[in-house]
Nanobody, 128 residues
Framework: QVQLGESGGGLVQAGGALRLSCAAS????????MGWFRQAPGKEREVVAA????????YSADSVEGRFNISRDNDKNTRSLQMNDLKPDDTAVYYC?????????????????????WGQGTQVTVSS
């Protein structure tokens, strides 16, 4: 059984930066697309950023474009989300997700929040 673990969340002042990491453990995937999603209280889960296995295709939500960057780490089973110029509206629980069925695509279902595997989430709080 594959598990995804998020780390790097915390409390930061507006304008600061955090780096989130998502690592796959247990049985690793041969290849997969991975994305970051977030959910704030009273709001539905939304996609933040996603990346294909080879990194040739990436996606960033309009709300974070230019501030957040998703990338593949040296460990092929780890993906990171570098979050810069954080704003209070970025406060949410951030979840990583993986889609091994479409490793070279960012499928519409995946970006819409349907994924094979989910992490437990990490809290990001941005103070003003």
């Amino acid at each position: 059984q594959v598990q995804l673990g998020e780390s790097g969340g915390g409390l930061v002042q507006a304008g600061g930066a955090l780096r989130l990491s998502c690592a796959a453990s247990g049985r690793t995937f041969s290849s997969y697309a991975m994305g970051w999603f977030r959910q704030a209280p009273g709001k539905e889960r939304e996609v933040v950023a996603a990346i294909t296995w080879g990194g040739l295709i990436t996606y960033s939500a309009d709300s974070v474009e230019g501030r957040f960057n998703i990338s593949r780490d040296n460990d092929k089973n780890t993906r990171s989300l570098q979050m810069n110029d954080l704003k209070p509206d970025d406060t949410a629980v951030y979840y990583c997700a993986a889609d091994p069925s479409n490793p070279y695509l960012l499928a519409g279902r995946f970006l819409g929040g349907t994924a094979d595997y989910w992490g437990q989430g990490t809290q990001v709080t941005v103070s003003s």
